[in-house]
């Protein structure tokens, strides 16, 4: 018996489900799902850049499985902070969904001047401004469906594409963002799988669910953002598609008098992670 550590929403129960069918089926071993409150489960209303940035929907799930009520982790990568959590490995980076952003209710060119767009995330935020200085924006917290019923009139909201792929709820979508413009967080699309350093049996367990591409293309944008720092409060996105080209976004704020600077190169096939880095140090000293 594998337990599985998750948070409860709909999308973590749907993802944890997809996993540990894909552990069953490549291991035989049957998997039992512990379900775990989170600070960013508790807290609904206060603004998620205002509660401390990544880690507050994942600190509690590792926690469990570090205390040994739970054998591995599963979470959204674009959640982990970009240094691992003392005590644990990354075991398996599953394949990827579609990681790029999308907006629900109007297109971009579908909304009036002036309308008002909602989303929690400084860097959609920043990312919108850049070709749509006009719009405004309010908060968003809430699960997915509860997001949903809140589209500002004649507004829009923004939604990972992955999130609408895992409930099935695809055909909501108003426009998927192009990527190289509209730049993911660090990780987006996909779900990471944690376990203890030194569980040997548990680590042979979910390696069979590892996606080498996948793991390759996350652990490079991982690396841009360990470069600029955990205390990193900047609207940050990195990205690298299916043609190795990485494309990173940073910004020194989320309105329309901010400054930002935007990359796209190609990977290249040696010292990659230290490409990324070298983007890092670019991107803080354009902005500094």
């Known amino acids: ?11 973590a129960r749907t993802q944890a489900e997809v996993v540990a069918q894909s552990i069953s089926s490549a291991t035989g071993m049957p998997v039992e799902l512990v379900f775990v409150e989170t600070l960013g ?27 040994g009520d739970a054998d591995i982790a599963v979470h959204s990568a674009k959640d982990l902070p970009s240094q691992h959590a003392e005590g644990l490995v990354v075991g398996a980076w599953c394949e990827r969904r579609d990681a790029r952003d999308a907006l629900v209710g109007k297109s971009l060119n579908e909304l009036e001047l002036g309308a008002t767009v909602a989303t929690g995330s400084v860097r959609r935020r920043a990312q919108l401004l850049t070709v749509r200085p006009d719009l405004k924006f309010v908060e968003l917290r809430g699960n ?12 829009s909201i923004v939604m990972a594409i992955a999130a609408m792929q895992v409930l099935g709820i695809t055909d909501q979508i ?38 080498a591409r996948t793991r390759f293309a996350v652990e490079i944008e991982r690396a841009f953002l360990s470069e600029l720092g955990a205390g990193c409060s900047m609207p940050v996105g990195a990205h690298v598609n299916d043609a190795n080209v990485l494309s990173t976004f940073m910004a020194t704020g989320a ?34």
């Open 1 to 11: 018996m594998i337990r599985l550590a998750t948070r409860s929403s709909a999308q």
């Open 41 to 67: 489960d508790q807290n609904k209303d206060q603004p998620l850049h205002q509660m401390g940035g990544q880690g507050i929907f994942v600190k509690e799930v590792q926690q469990a499985v570090l205390r």
């Open 144 to 155: 997915i469906h509860t997001r949903l019923e809140k589209i500002p009139n004649n507004g």
């Open 174 to 211: 108003a426009e998927e963002l192009v990527s190289t413009d509209f730049v993911p967080m660090v990780g987006q699309g996909c779900v990471a799988v944690e376990c203890r350093e030194g569980d040997r049996d548990t680590l042979a367990a979910i390696s069979g669910i590892d996606h």
């Open 255 to 288: 309105t329309n008098s901010d400054r930002h600077v935007k990359f796209v190169e190609t990977v290249p096939t040696v010292n990659a992670h230290e490409f990324a880095r070298e983007l890092a140090r670019k991107s803080q000293s354009a902005l500094a």
